[in-house]
Each structure stands twice: as structure tokens, then as C-alpha cells.
């Protein structure tokens, strides 16, 4: 890549690109994110190229960011025909290069089939899970090999810093933002634009804007996706920052786990420095910024801004109090701008098609779209971006498509250990930023668990004060203590021990770690429990009075038993069964020792005809 | 295990790669543990006198993150996904079957070094849930047969 001395010469660079650019050559992409990954793309993306080779073809395969419905990977879009299949296995890809690449016949039985009608879906915009879905940050992800800059230009990537650059004020970037009305991605929701002008107008040099890629809360996967996918969205986001602000450094704090998202980054800002859009003097005018990239040490509360700065410095992740914003005092007690990454993302959106444009999108309070991680107990699996102020019920049904084996939903969980579990009869709510906080749940980055009527409500609370407590820093005493306080009464509870009072113990404890606590983890660290207590009080009280886990989780609580009139005396179960708990004749029924039963589950596992009950 | 002095050598070099800068601490501590598999306790005493930070400070920061394994690790490195997603599609239960087989628990290394067992809070790919990452490799859809046969074809391979 050349280097860009001037706006003129992008925008040569990018008309150059596109003229290079056929729309109606065929191209074979294929998801290359962390879950088709795991299903093994990598082997179906060389076996492609392999077969492309040996027909002697001129076709590219491009390795590409992440399509978002995990559920059905490995997925191939063929174009020119923009044809979608999914689950590809290696030995599929000679019919779809020598027949559909080479003769545009669509096989029938890659194609998604839509388990409502029953019939095929040819092309991805029409399978349910994308129609509703408006993927204005996530959508470029599809078409980028984003180890490649050049991707990114030919979308007409990087304009909006041009437009940034050679026609608004450093003001007018963030009056733009303002108006736009951009809240934050990562949690708290903050506008944007407010963040912005603090940290323009405080005093003190160099001023840092950092990039939040310390994506902690369990279940959602967004940011790595979008780090992994369309690095350079990022990037430009944040160039645009820097410049609003006046800031000449920048940091991309990415969590340890993602080591695909840090080389992509790494790369990406590599070729985006060569190409004279980082570093000094960017595009020829006097604004110089770069950026680095600091790997996280896996601790969730570095997701916390103060706990963020302090990783960085090179310290343990421990939060300080905020009486003095980090907008003026951040890193190294330089103003500073810590902003999600999809915060980042949405930056290059609002400069090119304007704020009133973005403000058009969403409710009231919360404008533009949000990328939600759809997991859990949901037959579609994946990654939807969708306008704030979709209800939930179009999220978990008509892109979800429900809940699996046909099993009743019972909650969905939002806003990741910070966040609560929101109940049946709210599903109808409009999500955003504010109707979650209402309901004693919160944004958070976006994580969605689904939870069906075998998902315990006291083992979810359970699950995350464990998390809470092993990941609290053991600053403040409240939430250090308090949590690992709380956690004791919900194990107590789940094993059968728990005592009148304790949920109103629960509550009491709560408020105290609530307020005691310096960062929001611990400010939070409540949520989850007293949500469930206000949405399912009835499973505590049958937890704790009478010795039931109606979920069928706890395993203090629980028995196992065979249906004699199912079981065929297979004898599977007495196989895998660790501690010799099942016995019984061949062809006979078999039974269940409860004394010697350790309800590890094998049984149920192996057994294949359902015959064993959980009560 | 590495000698003591080559660990002091490499860890040096280490530093110096980072220019000693006080604040790479946690990416010199990364760079040291990716070489020897673990953090050895020369390599933190080294650390501290090289970067001229005390002793107690790098020890702070290297029980602070998940990251940093203060003993060796062993040959594979299993680690059980134990974040939502895959909590509420039954994590707990393969984690049960691993301890089963492996004899050890989360954090522990087995008798002849062959395998560490690890817990991670998501690895980000909930469709495959519930998932179990062994070494680089993604293991989606674990169900407790699926761990037999996995530790079998690893034991069989370090053979």
C-alpha cells in the first residue's frame, strides 16, 4: 500500500480499488470467525482453494469476518449469486465448486431450511434469522478478509476520517456525535459525545483515547467478532476520536482469550500506519495519533475504566475511586477517552451519513443499532445486529427461532454478571438502553442468555456471584466480602440448607454491597440475584421450604429414577454410570440406587430413550 | 524443566525486548510465560531486578490476572469454557467428567504432566456450547462420551 499524503489521494486509492473491483466475478466467501473455526472452516477454506487449483479455475476464496449465525457454521456465500450455505463439510466442496461455481446450480441440501415452513432459503438476507436485522457496523464483516486493508477501502473505508479531517472542526466532530446521540457500547451507556468534550476541554497533555476490548462478560462475543472482523472500523473510529479530542495516543486493550482479534488488530494497524492513516501527520495535515495494542492478563473487572488505566501502567487491575473523571485524570492522569469497540465502530457511521441520519435509527434515548449475542438455550445461535427498541420476543423468536426440543422459555439473562434475568411476561419489552435498566437488568455489552424451564433461576444467581466473587479485585471490603458472603447462602440454598429469612438476608447484604462499593462491579454485583428473586421468587421458596429444585438442577435436591415403562434394559446407562449407582438384567427394566447416585448426568446422556427422570 | 540460568538468560532477554519499560510488566510476564509454559519463580526475581520494580510487586501482579500459572503446566492444556451459554447448556457436568478422568481439579496439573485442567469465563463461541479448548483446539457439542474418547486419542498421541 502506497503511502496517502492528501484526502485526494484515498479517494484515488479507493476509485483505483474499485475499478479492479468486478462485481460479477465469482468469489467464494467463507466465515472465518472463532465459531466456524471451531467447526473446522479453516480445512473447508483450503480444501476450496485446493479443488479451485485442480479445475483450473479463477475463482477467490476469500477467508472473511464473522457472518454472526454460529448456529449453522461452517457458512459459504458463492457471488456473484450471493447463494448461502451452511453447514459445509469438506466433502461438499467439490459439488459446490464444479457445480455450483461452475454452473450456478444450487445444492439443495446445503441451503438453510427455514424449520417453520419447511422449505429453502437461497439467499442469506431472507432466512429469518438476518431479514429483521439491520447490520449497519456488523454487516461489512461478510465481504472483508480483514487481514487485508484494501477490503476495507474498497467499501470506502476510511471517508469518514477524510471528511473529519478536510471539512469539520474538531468541534464539529463531536457536536455531530452529540447530536447523533451515541451512547456507550460496553455497559454504562453513556453519551459519547459528553465524554468527548470533557476530555477536549480538560487540561493536560498527551490526551489518550483507548479502545475497550476487554470483553469480560460471559457469553457475549461481539467485540471479539468485530475486532476479528473488521478491525479497521475500529481504528477509524478511533482516529476520529483522537482528532475530536486532540489526542495523540491510543490504546486497544483486547482481552487474552481473543489471540485471533490481536493479530488481526496488529496487522490492521501495521498496513493503516503504511498507508499514511496513523502515525504522523495523517493524510498530509498536521494530525498525528497512533495507536498500540495492550493485552489484557484475563481479569473481568479491567473491563472497569479505572482498573482499565491501571492494566495498562503495567499494575494489578484494581478500580480507584471516581471523584476525578477520567475524561481529565485517565491514564497515567492524562484526560482520556475510554470508549467500547463497538462504540468505535459506530463513529465512522455517524461522520459519513451524519447524525440526524443515525438519530433516525432507534428510540427515544437510545439511537442507532446494538449487536446482541443470542446464546443459550436458542435455536438460532449467533450474533444479531438490530435498531434499539426491537422487543425481545422478535429477538428470541423470529430471529432465535425460539427455544429448543420445544421447550418453554423461562428467562433471558442480559447484561452479563452486572445484569439480571428478565421473565416470560416481559418479554414484550423494547430493548434499550433504558427499558433494560427499568426491569432490574442493564445493556451491558449485549450478551443475551435464553433460559428454558430446565435452567435453575437460584443456580443463575449462584453461577454468578461464584463469578463475581473470584473475579471481585478485594478492594473494597463490601463487594469482596459481601459477594463471597452471598454466594454462601445461594450454595446453602442449593444444597438444601437454606433457612427462612435468607432471601431477605440476600436483600439486606445487597444493598450494602451496592453502596460500599467503588466500581460498578460491585455496585452490580447484586443484580443477578435480586432479579431472580423479583421475577422467581417461588423456585427460592420451593428451594428453601420444601427441599425442591423444580428446575431439576440442584443435585442436593434432585433425585434420578427409570421409567420402567421406557427403558429396554439396554444396559448403556449401567456402562457409563461412574459409581455403579444403576443395575439390572439385560431386556429388563433397570433401577437407580440413589445412595450410591451421584447425579453427574451420564445416564441421561446415554440413555436413548428418555427413560430417566429427573425429579 | 529449563535450568535456572537459562531461565534467568532468557527472561533478560525478555526484558530487554520490552526496554525494560516499567509499565510492560504484564506483557513481559505474557512473553515469559508463553516460553516456559508457566512463570518460574527465577524469572519473577529477575523480572523485578532487571525492571527495577520489588519482587512483591511483580508477585502482585502475577496472582492478579487468570493469565499467569505460577507452577508448570502440563503437556495439554484443557480448558472447560465455563461462561454462561455454556453453563446453562451444562458445563458443570463435563467439568465433572474431566476431573473424573483426569483425577485432578481445575488449576491442577496431573501426576505425569500430561494434562492441566483450566476453567475460562467464554471463549466466545457459544454455538458450540458446551465447549472445551484443548491447547488450540475448539471441542464444541461436549457431551461426557465425546471426553473419553478425546483423552484417549491425547494419550495415545503422547505415546
Known amino acids: 500500500m502506497i503511502k496517502m499524503n492528501n484526502t485526494q489521494a484515498l479517494r484515488q486509492v479507493q476509485d483505483d480499488l474499485k475499478s479492479q473491483y468486478d462485481p460479477k466475478k465469482k468469489l467464494v466467501t467463507i466465515c472465518a470467525g472463532t465459531g466456524c473455526r471451531g467447526y473446522g472452516c479453516i480445512k473447508v477454506k483450503e480444501e476450496l482453494e485446493a479443488e479451485i487449483k485442480k479445475q483450473n479455475m479463477d475463482v477467490e476464496v476469500r477467508a472473511t469476518g464473522c457472518f454472526g449465525f454460529c448456529e449453522k457454521g461452517p457458512l459459504v456465500i458463492i457471488h456473484p449469486e450471493?447463494?448461502?450455505?451452511?453447514q459445509v463439510k469438506i466433502k461438499d466442496v467439490p459439488d459446490i465448486i464444479s457445480k455450483t461455481v461452475a454452473q450456478g446450480e444450487v445444492l439443495e441440501k446445503l441451503l438453510y431450511r427455514d424449520p417453520q415452513t419447511n422449505e429453502t432459503v437461497m439467499k442469506e438476507e431472507d432466512v429469518p434469522f438476518y431479514k429483521k436485522q439491520n447490520r449497519l457496523v456488523f454487516g461489512q464483516n461478510g465481504m472483508i478478509d480483514p487481514t487485508r486493508i484494501e477490503d476495507y477501502l474498497v467499501i470506502d473505508g476510511y471517508s469518514a476520517l477524510a471528511k473529519a479531517l478536510s471539512g469539520m472542526t474538531p468541534e464539529g466532530v463531536i457536536s455531530e456525535v452529540k447530536k447523533a446521540g451515541l451512547r456507550g457500547r460496553g455497559g454504562g451507556g453513556f453519551l459519547a459525545g459528553i465524554k468527548w468534550e470533557g476530555s477536549r476541554r480538560a487540561h493536560g497533555e498527551p490526551k489518550y483515547v483507548i479502545g475497550n476490548g476487554d470483553e469480560g462478560d460471559p457469553g457475549a462475543y461481539m467485540d471479539r467478532s468485530l475486532m476479528e472482523g473488521?478491525?479497521?472500523?475500529?481504528?477509524?473510529?478511533?482516529?476520529?476520536?483522537a482528532y475530536a479530542i486532540g489526542a495523540s495516543e491510543g490504546y486497544i486493550y483486547v482481552r487474552n482469550e481473543y489471540p485471533l482479534a490481536v493479530i488481526h488488530l496488529t496487522m490492521a494497524i501495521e498496513s493503516a500506519r503504511e498507508a499514511g492513516l496513523l502515525g504522523r501527520n495523517i493524510l498530509g495535515t498536521d494530525f498525528s495519533f497512533d495507536i498500540k495494542i495492550s493485552k489484557g492478563g484475563g481479569a473481568f473487572v479491567c473491563g472497569e475504566s479505572s482498573a482499565l488505566f491501571a492494566s495498562i501502567e503495567g499494575r494489578a487491575g484494581e478500580p480507584r475511586a471516581k471523584y476525578v473523571h477520567a475524561v481529565e485524570k485517565g491514564l497515567w492522569d492524562k484526560p482520556t477517552v475510554l470508549n467500547n469497540v463497538e462504540t468505535w465502530a459506530n463513529v465512522p457511521l455517524i461522520i459519513s451519513k451524519g447524525a440526524d441520519w443515525y438519530a433516525s435509527i432507534g428510540t427515544e434515548n437510545s439511537k442507532g443499532t446494538k449487536i446482541f449475542s443470542l446464546v443459550g438455550k436458542i435455536n438460532n445461535t449467533g450474533l444479531i445486529e438490530v435498531p434499539m427498541g426491537m422487543t425481545l420476543r422478535e429477538i428470541i423468536y423470529g430471529m432465535g427461532g425460539g427455544i429448543p426440543k420445544g421447550r418453554k422459555f423461562k428467562a433471558v439473562q442480559t447484561g452479563g454478571p452486572s445484569g439480571g434475568c428478565i421473565p416470560e411476561s416481559l418479554l414484550d419489552l423494547q430493548v434499550d438502553f433504558d427499558r433494560l435498566y427499568e426491569v432490574g437488568s442493564m445493556m451491558g455489552s449485549g450478551g443475551m442468555i435464553v433460559m428454558d424451564d430446565r435452567?435453575?433461576?437460584?443456580?443463575v444467581a449462584k453461577y454468578f456471584l461464584a463469578f463475581l466473587q473470584e473475579e471481585s479485585c478485594g478492594k473494597c471490603v463490601p463487594c469482596r466480602e459481601g459477594v463471597r458472603r452471598m454466594r454462601e447462602i445461594l450454595e446453602d440454598i442449593c444444597a438444601g440448607k437454606g433457612e427462612e429469612g435468607d432471601v431477605e438476608l440476600l436483600e439486606h447484604i445487597s444493598t450494602g454491597v451496592a453502596d460500599g462499593s467503588l466500581c460498578a462491579l460491585g455496585g452490580s454485583a447484586p443484580n443477578p440475584v435480586l432479579s431472580t428473586i423479583k421475577y422467581f421468587r417461588e423456585e427460592y421458596d420451593a428451594h428453601i421450604r420444601d427441599h425442591r429444585c423444580p428446575a431439576g438442577v440442584c443435585k442436593a435436591l434432585i433425585t434420578y429414577s427409570i421409567d420402567p415403562e421406557k427403558c429396554t434394559g439396554c444396559g448403556l446407562c449401567i456402562k457409563v454410570c461412574p459409581t455403579q449407582a444403576v443395575s439390572g438384567e439385560k431386556k429388563k427394566a433397570h433401577t437407580i440406587n440413589n445412595d450410591l447416585c451421584t447425579r453427574c448426568g451420564a445416564c441421561i446422556e446415554s440413555c436413548k430413550f428418555d427413560a430417566i427422570n429427573v425429579k | 524443566m529449563s535450568k535456572v540460568s537459562d531461565i534467568k538468560l532468557k527472561t533478560k532477554q525478555i526484558v530487554k525486548k520490552h526496554k525494560g519499560d516499567k509499565s510492560a510488566l504484564i506483557a513481559v510476564l505474557q512473553d515469559i510465560q508463553e516460553a516456559f509454559n508457566y512463570l518460574p519463580k527465577e524469572a519473577l526475581i529477575t523480572v523485578g531486578a532487571a525492571m527495577g520494580i520489588p519482587t512483591s510487586r511483580v508477585y502482585e501482579v502475577a496472582t492478579f490476572y487468570n493469565a499467569f500459572s505460577l507452577n508448570p503446566r502440563g503437556e495439554h492444556i484443557v480448558k472447560i469454557c465455563?461462561?454462561?451459554?455454556?453453563?446453562?447448556?451444562?458445563?458443570?457436568?463435563?467439568?465433572?467428567?474431566f476431573e473424573r478422568t483426569l483425577l485432578i481439579k481445575p488449576g491442577e496439573t496431573n501426576q505425569d504432566q500430561k494434562f492441566s485442567l483450566e476453567l475460562v469465563n467464554c471463549v466466545g463461541a457459544c454455538a458450540l456450547g458446551p465447549v472445551v479448548v484443548i491447547d488450540t483446539e475448539y471441542h464444541g457439542q461436549m457431551t461426557m462420551a465425546k471426553v473419553d474418547k478425546i483423552i484417549g486419542k491425547l494419550k495415545e498421541g503422547a505415546q
Do not use: W
Open chain 1, 82 to 86: 450471493k447463494i448461502f450455505y451452511q
Open chain 1, 230 to 241: 473488521n478491525p479497521h472500523s475500529v481504528i477509524e473510529g478511533m482516529i476520529i476520536g
Open chain 1, 455 to 459: 435452567s435453575c433461576m437460584v443456580d
Open chain 2, 82 to 97: 465455563v461462561g454462561t451459554a455454556c453453563h446453562v447448556r451444562g458445563a458443570s457436568a463435563i467439568l465433572d467428567k
